[in-house]
């Protein structure tokens, strides 16, 4: 058994002495004071462990040596308060009082002379100076342990974790010496010594990952948070639908991921484009600071409360920056916390990118739409002017033409003809982008309809050999009758545009079922990768045999709207070089 102590306490002081070094490093490394507190803490407490075995032995030094252990255990008391104060710093005032207090009680054990063991014969000066110490010590500790646990809990997962891991390991501590300190002679017995050994052994691990913890652990405490992370983030560069609220989205997370106090995001041109937990004037002051800063890479700026992390946003019109600053418990930041942050600042610039860009595109397609609005408008008018003269020229009703006159004429009327069906796609087209085409549905025979359509471009169809496939009875459906004819009109003209003169044509009416309007022709088809944009709005399918046909790109588009708004479909079925089908669906009438 003494072996198995000897072992522990020996193997106590090496982890300890291991800890103190890993802290030591830990600060020469990022030379924070918060991190001094902490290698002062683990420091002076490996000290005392150290020390300890000598006290009492070393004849006329005992009293020198009792002394310097008061001291160094009333300064690992202090360097802990230390490393509390810089997550929430005390009153200047309460701070003078709480040092005025530990060298007061310090003086008391110096003037007392306190015997090197607590087995020796304590005078009432003695006895009340070892409590002193003892409960200032005590309390020293008591309060970061609770503070920090109360800090850890609406911290990022990692800071959380390792605040409560440092709370945690000197709980352990505390409880120890206060069960040795009230157990007496008990606290010499070897199973006593061998458990406190070993809880003083476990204390290692838990102060050590409280400042330094390994990429495992920190990956295994942060899995919880991550699918809120990764979900949220998903959301937030999805649907946001500015880059103002995207941005104010992502500083929520921002400032969750590292437990920041408040945060902003600084357009390339210094302007705000979103601030978070932050009054006007405070947003203002950090912006100003921080655009004459300009860091390349992210960077810790300041000290204490008012310490900030501004890292770069690589945005495409240039160079903006995202800013954390610390609340009143200031971040332990880590490389860990401070990567994430990068990587995060990264997601969100392609996120800010992507709403510019959509913003650009809606305000193109708002000047699309007006043009369309504008441009079928302003045409109408002349058109309408145009063609009904051409018609009386073709009627004779302007006098006789010449021989060669009445040869063009049919050819310009069917021009006129075009251009006009092309702006009435356009308003069309306008109307519906505005939400202003409302159907005039009525119960209407399709076969009927179709005639009628099929009449309209009966010019353009001269070329084509047509065969309609019609029932004899009639199928009876709800539609707008004006609409109804634009889809057929616009399936029979793509038809006749993209079939060579001379080929079939074929239109099949049925109504089994489903109403039917199928328009087949044997073209040029439409390869198999293209037929699902083919009903996107301006979407024209470019080819060596389709450049020289014009078209707006807006037919089939306006066509499967209308018909979704009759509660049917458009659908192809294409093979390229073979041929088309485009069939319109909608519901017959009950
Ligand atoms: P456009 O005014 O260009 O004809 P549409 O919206 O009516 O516009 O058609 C879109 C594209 O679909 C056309 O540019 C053409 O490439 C293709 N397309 C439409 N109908 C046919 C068809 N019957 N045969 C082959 N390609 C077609």
């Given amino acids: ?197 070993l809880i003083t052994l476990a204390i290692v691990p838990l102060l050590y990952v409280s400042f330094s913890p390994p990429t495992l652990l920190r990956w295994l405490w942060r899995q919880p948070e991550e699918d809120a992370f990764r979900n949220g983030l998903h959301d937030l560069l999805l649907f946001s639908p500015d880059r103002a609220t995207l941005a104010h989205r992502a500083l929520g997370w921002a400032t969750r991921l590292v437990g920041g106090g408040g945060a902003l995001i600084i357009d390339p041109d210094g302007s705000i484009l979103a601030a978070r937990d932050l009054t006007e004037e405070q947003a203002l002051e950090v912006a100003g600071g921080a655009t004459v800063f300009r860091p390349k890479t992210a960077v810790r700026v300041g000290r204490g409360p008012a310490s900030r992390v501004v890292i770069p946003l690589l945005l495409q019109k240039g160079e903006g920056m995202m800013v954390i600053l610390s609340g009143p418990f200031t971040p332990l930041f880590g490389d860990d916390e401070a990567l994430r942050l990068r990587q995060y600042a990264s997601s969100i610039a392609a996120g800010l990118d992507r709403v510019s860009m959509n913003e650009r595109i809606a305000t193109l397609e708002k000047a699309k739409t007006e043009f369309l609005n504008v441009a079928s408008h302003e045409l109408r008018g002349p058109m309408t002017v145009i063609k009904g003269y051409l018609t009386m020229l073709q009627a004779g009703s302007l006098g006789e033409l010449s021989k060669e006159s009445k040869h063009v004429l049919p050819l310009l009327i069917a021009k006129a003809d075009e251009v006009n069906w092309m702006v009435e796609q356009m308003v069309e087209a306008a109307r519906l982008e505005e939400g202003r085409l409302a159907l005039k549905k009525m119960p209407a025979d399709l076969v009927e309809l179709t005639d009628l359509a099929i009449e309209g471009v009966s010019q353009l169809l001269s070329k084509h050999e047509l065969s309609v496939d019609k029932p004899a009875r009639a199928v009876q459906a709800e539609v707008d009758p004006d609409r109804f004819q634009i889809v057929v009109r616009n399936l029979l003209s793509n038809a006749v545009k993209y079939s060579p003169a001379g080929a079939r044509i074929k239109v099949r009416v049925s109504g089994n079922g489903l109403a039917r309007v199928a328009v087949t022709d044997e073209g040029i088809g439409i390869a198999e990768e293209d037929q699902a944009r083919l009903f996107r709005r301006f979407v024209r399918i470019e080819t060596k045999t389709t450049e020289r046909v014009s078209g707006s790109g807006l037919g089939l588009w306006l066509s499967r709207e209308i018909a979704r708004m009759h509660d049917g479909d458009l659908t192809v079925e294409s093979t390229l070089g073979r041929g088309s089908t485009f069939t319109l669906q909608l519901p017959l009438n009950a």
């Fill in 1 to 197: 058994m003494a072996d198995l102590l000897a072992g522990l306490q020996l193997a106590i002081e090496v982890a300890f002495v291991l800890l103190t070094l890993a802290a030591g490093i830990d600060w020469l490394h990022h030379r924070d004071s918060r991190r001094s507190h902490l290698a002062l803490a683990f420091g002076s407490l490996t000290a005392l462990i150290l020390m300890a075995p000598a006290i009492g032995r070393v004849g006329a030094l005992n009293q020198a040596l009792t002394d310097i252990a008061v001291v160094v255990l009333l300064l690992s008391g202090y360097a802990l308060l230390m490393f509390r104060a810089s997550f929430i710093p005390f009153r200047p005032t309460t701070l003078s009082a709480i040092r005025f207090a530990i060298s007061a009680v310090a003086v008391l054990a110096f003037a007392a002379q306190l015997p090197p063991t607590s087995q020796a014969p304590h005078s009432t000066l003695q006895a009340t100076a070892v409590v002193a110490v003892l409960v200032t010590w005590g309390l020293c500790l008591v309060e970061p342990i609770v503070r920090l646990l109360r800090a850890s809990a609406h911290r990022p997962a990692v800071e959380s974790a390792r605040l409560r891991a440092l709370s945690l390991g000197y709980a352990a501590l505390l409880a120890e010496v206060a069960a040795a300190s009230i157990s007496g002679s008990t606290a010499r017995h070897p199973y006593f010594v061998l458990a406190t050994d």
